[in-house]
């Protein structure tokens, strides 16, 4: 080989038989990860087939997969635990590619490492080895001294830690070594090294130095083997199922939940065993980070509620056995006293809590924060439903499905009462006027509660105010089956509520529906296209935006109120729609919006959704949580434009006897005071 003007040599101070020892070592390293690799893969396929197509939009994947797996982007939202990551991420890869490059020298005889690129090269190596190791303390203290809540506490992880921090700290001693022995032109570029060089081996024989180099580089070999062979045994295996976790995530609107197809022939409709989930939903699971995010983010959680997602999550990676000594074999087992065989819990019962997974709102604000993209809700939903093909539902479940099934509304009410609301107003329906442009969806809620009723109208006579071609189904109208879908009842959703509504649909030609209800909104929005059902549809708070900038509603009457406004799930985290009910309100003299501290896209669930509002569940009221928060802003009003949202808010405000200086008011509502 030509000599290098500036390098070094590779295996320096190292016999022959090094190389043939490390290669030979790198085999059995890279077999042992092989079958890790194979058992897991072995674990996925053991859950069902996926409903849907996890490989379409290759393009959007490969983007996601850059932009939240290697560009960090979630991780980051957290600001001290998102820079430790970002630290040990980035070194991570800087350092893989430094050590491919010496592989590349060493194994094809390249000269790479050589002139002032090997400078550069240097110069990273010392830089990344600092940042790996700034990372590695930067966690330690988090996970020792500021513990964020939602984090685990597992010596195993702390472990996986020291093991990195090891194979920096040995990294940075083999070349502080090398340089005490050979005292290198270009020395100070290795800035840490070179510094540590005169304290740690100054004035030692030249012979005790190469010594403690050959041990050093020994250690740091058999330690940075040992770390390579355990990723498939460990949480660091999130580097890869993590990163796969989003690459493949769900191509369906934010809003829609996974349909089971040819539901009237589907005898497991739901999650009864581990093995009932998809193989996406056992990868996702195995991809956990255990950062506890989803769980900080959790109202229930926060409303002291059974439910922590991460642990929904986590006792179901538990469960696959992915442990050194078998492929799917639970790990949490029981032995039977009598026989002393190891008896295998009910997965949904005993396992998961029956409470936890009715104590989901369906809010949403899991899924957003967790860095893998983990899909709880479908994770939930799908447990629910094996709750009801197995008829074991709580009594309040229970009473409201059997409501909607008998009189097509949750509250149980006379199909004749559910045009109540349009008594003394000018109000078409769509059987009488042949013509007109919006179906108008009042919505159970907007039908039957003496509350939401009132919102109704308000709505009518805003239509009517300012020309709008609409007309309503009256009696015509029935539930959409969002809570019943959301409660686990696809049946009735699929076969009951869609069938119907479909057929009404078709029978007006309906293109355009307006909706009062967020959740009625993102079940015609996003789930009723599933089975082709296909409807531009708007939410009244655009559509009073809208009209109020084309001019045809004019606020004037100022209303001079502190208005904390709440960003219901459904409309927001679900559909991205934070803008327009406060342009509407803004537009409204006098109006003042004070913004919670958790709003917009980190808005906090009223508790209603996901069939919340139906159920009792134990701990504090999430309503009454979210409503405090409002009171904290100094508002003497709370605005929404959700009916669930609007009743909640009235129950707080009875709960704390502030009727009469604490108003709840939609959207709808003010705008109306106002002309």
């Given amino acids: 080989h030509q000599m290098k003007t500036i390098g070094r040599e590779i295996l320096w101070n190292l016999p022959h038989a090094a190389a043939i020892i490390m290669y030979a070592l790198f085999g059995v390293v890279m077999l042992v990860i092989a079958w890790g690799v194979y058992r897991r893969v072995e674990a996925y396929r053991l859950g069902r087939t996926e409903r849907e197509n996890r490989f379409d939009d290759l393009r959007g994947r490969l983007r996601d997969t850059v932009r939240l797996a290697l560009g ?24 893989f590619i430094v050590t491919c490059l010496v592989a590349v020298e060493y194994d094809l005889g390249l000269r790479i490492l050589d002139g002032n690129f090997y400078i550069v090269f240097k110069l990273f190596a010392e830089t990344f080895g600092a940042v790996l ?19 685990t506490k597992e010596n195993d992880d702390t472990l996986q830690l020291l093991l990195i921090g090891a194979i920096g700290v040995t990294g940075f001693l083999i070349e502080t070594a090398r340089i005490a022995a050979t005292h290198p032109a270009i020395a100070p570029i290795s800035f840490i090294s070179n510094s540590l060089a005169p304290a740690l081996f100054g004035g030692m024989p030249i012979s005790e130095i190469l010594s403690a180099h050959k041990a050093l580089w020994w250690t740091h070999l058999l330690i940075a083997f040992g770390f390579l062979a355990s990723l498939p045994f460990t949480k660091m295996i999130h580097m890869a199922t993590g990163t796969a976790s989003v690459f493949l995530r769900t191509s369906r609107p934010k809003g829609a939940l996974q349909p089971i197809p040819n539901i009237e022939e589907e005898e497991n409709p739901g999650v009864a065993a581990v093995t009932d989930f998809s193989w996406k939903q056992l990868l996702s699971a195995d991809g956990c980070t255990k950062c506890g995010r989803c769980q900080d983010e959790c109202p229930a959680f926060a409303a002291e509620m059974p439910l922590s997602p991460r642990d929904v999550v986590l006792k179901t990676k538990d469960q696959m056995g992915l442990d050194l000594y078998g492929s799917l074999v639970p790990s949490a087992t029981n032995v039977d006293k009598a026989t002393g065989k190891r008896v295998v819990p009910d997965f949904v019962r005993e396992v998961l809590n029956p409470g936890e997974i009715w104590a989901c709102t369906t809010c949403r604000a899991c899924m957003q924060a967790c860095p893998v993209m983990i899909e709880h809700i479908d994770m939930i939903v799908d447990v629910r439903r094996g709750y009801v093909a197995a008829s074991k539902v709580p009594d309040t479940v229970k009473t409201a499905l059997r409501k909607m099934g008998d009189t097509g509304n949750p509250w149980g009410l006379p199909q004749d009462d559910r045009i109540a609301w349009a008594d003394g107003l000018d109000v078409p329906f769509a059987a009488e006027k042949k013509e007109f442009e919006y179906l108008y969806w009042v919505g159970c809620a907007g039908a039957y509660d003496p509350r939401n009723q009132k919102v109704t109208r308000a709505i009518v006579s805003l239509l009517n105010r300012a020309g709008v071609s609409y007309a309503t189904l009256g009696l015509e109208e029935m539930c959409c089956g969002e809570s019943a879908r959301r409660m686990g009842e696809e049946g009735l959703f699929q076969l009951g509520m869609v069938e119907m509504v479909k057929e009404v649909f078709a029978g007006y030609k309906v293109k355009k529906v307006i909706t009062q209800c967020p959740h009625c909104f993102n079940t015609f929005r996003n789930e009723y296209p599933q089975f082709g059902v296909n409807v531009e549809v708007v939410h009244h708070s655009v559509l009073l935006r809208d009209l109020i900038a084309q001019g045809k509603l004019s606020p004037r009457k100022a209303n001079n109120v502190a208005l904390a406004f709440h960003d219901s799930c459904y409309l927001g985290r679900h559909n991205d729609i934070y803008d327009a009910p406060r342009e509407a309100l803004a537009a409204i003299p006098g109006v003042a919006i004070n913004e919670m501290e958790k709003n917009r896209e980190e808005g906090f669930c009223c508790g209603a959704g996901g069939g ?14 979210r409503f405090g928060q409002a009171m904290a802003t100094g508002a003497n009003a709370v605005g929404s434009a959700c009916p669930y949202c609007l009743i909640m808010f009235d129950d707080a405000i009875k709960y704390n006897n502030l009727d009469d200086s604490v108003q709840a008011k939609d959207i709808a509502e003010l705008v109306a005071e106002s002309l």
């Fill in 72 to 95: 960090q982007q979630r991780v980051l939202d957290r600001k001290f635990g998102g820079l430790v990551h970002l630290c040990l991420f980035s070194a991570f890869i800087v350092l």
């Fill in 133 to 151: 190791l700034l990372g590695v303390a930067g966690a330690l203290v988090r996970r020792i001294v500021f513990r964020p809540p939602g984090l």
């Fill in 612 to 625: 919340g509002m139906w159920m009792e569940s134990p701990g504090k009221r999430i309503n009454h949580l």
